[in-house]
């Protein structure tokens, strides 16, 4: 048997026993429903009890999310019914929209932002839903927290990139736990785990850094971590009076392109200044971290890829980083970092071409 029919399979099992449950069928519901996982002679079994209690590699596409959460829907004759829009893209970014717009910024600042719920916490993860799951816009509000809260915390820390996460300790603690938000480490790893983009509309901010209280201002910012990717997820973030996530909508569509995402950019320039301006250097030092440096991270050689900011002043947190030795990409705190200096009195950047070559070089004398 083939394994889209496997997967076929074990959806019509899920939405019978969905249906027995609805229908107070409990005892019936408690049952145990196996096929076969993507991985060869691995036998997947999805516990019914409890949403999300099988195998990871059961949900971690958008579609096969999609389809499953389609099982928990009672009348599949039910169109979506469109969540509710609570605002505009303007309320985000009112420093940013409140300007003179050309037709395309008016466009952009009319974009509707949509009802998320933070019963218990899981704002995050409701809007992820909603962007992503046409069958999750489907279910009344009681289905959605349910569902929302089984992702977080039974689905949420079986995905592996966690392991790659510079917080990972604090997202373990973070995820499972009641009466606390989830942050954008957990939307990084929604992105890494789904391999999509997003784009993120965020409020300003006040935040305290060293005992002082800066000024954020509003930014958009893609997290753009497959260029290779056309689409863009996305959701706004604001402050007021706690954090809280929300799905944005383009006119009819919760994505847009990449074309669309660089115009936005290009439209909306975000200049930092004074206090503001992005900082990311070497730790102890003045030098800058650039992308394309090869850096050291527990002794290894990387390159660096990507610098993520985060906090008032923004200062790169973390870096995106290819390990030179395994090609593999991590995630790793600036703390940890320090640079690659050639050898000889002057400091030059090391590229990943001129550090392979003095490798090989060394290899030869060996």
């Known amino acids: 048997m083939s394994e889209g029919q496997h997967i076929e399979d074990f959806i019509a099992s899920q939405k019978f026993i969905n249906q027995q449950k609805c ?76 300007k003179e717009l050309d037709e395309f910024q008016k466009d952009l600042c009319s974009w509707s932002r949509m009802k998320s719920s933070g019963s218990q916490f899981d704002c995050l993860i409701h809007t992820f839903l909603t962007m992503t799951s046409p069958n999750f816009r489907r279910l009344p509000s009681g289905q959605k927290d349910t569902l929302a809260s089984a992702f977080r915390r039974t689905l949420f820390l079986k995905f592996p990139v966690i392991n790659r996460a510079s917080d990972r300790d604090e997202v373990r603690k973070r995820v499972p736990a009641s009466g606390v938000f989830l942050t954008d480490s957990e939307l990084q790893i929604l992105s890494l785990t789904y391999k999509i983009n997003f784009i993120v509309f965020e409020q300003a901010k006040k935040e305290k850094v060293g005992g002082r209280t800066m000024s954020m201002p509003a930014t958009i910012t893609p997290i753009d971590n497959f260029p290779d990717t056309n689409t863009f997820y996305l959701l706004s973030n604001i402050f007021k009076p706690s954090r809280h996530y929300e799905a944005v909508k383009a006119k009819d569509s919760y994505t847009v392109t990449r074309d669309t995402m660089e115009m936005i950019l290009a439209e909306f320039p975000q200049e930092f200044t004074g206090d503001a301006k992005p900082i990311c250097k070497y730790p102890g030092t003045d030098r800058d971290i650039e992308e394309g440096d090869i850096v050291i991270y527990n002794n290894k050689p990387c390159m660096v890829l990507q610098k993520r900011y985060s906090g008032s002043p923004p200062r790169c947190q973390t870096l995106k980083v290819q390990m030179l030795d395994t090609d593999e990409e991590e995630e790793i705190p600036v703390k940890n970092v320090k640079p690659h200096n050639s050898s000889g009195g002057r400091r030059k950047r090391l590229t990943k071409r001129r550090y392979r070559r003095k490798m090989a070089r060394r290899s030869r004398k060996v």
């Open 23 to 98: 229908l107070g069928f409990v005892k019936d519901a408690r049952e145990t429903y196996k096929t076969r996982s993507t991985t060869p002679n691995i036998e997947i079994v999805d516990n019914s009890e409890k949403p999300f209690s099988g195998p990871v590699e059961l949900y971690t596409t958008v579609e096969k999310l999609n389809t499953y959460i389609g099982t928990f829907i009672k009348d599949q004759t039910k169109t979506e019914s469109e969540t509710k829009v609570v605002g505009t893209v303007s309320d985000t970014i009112p420093d940013l929209c409140g």
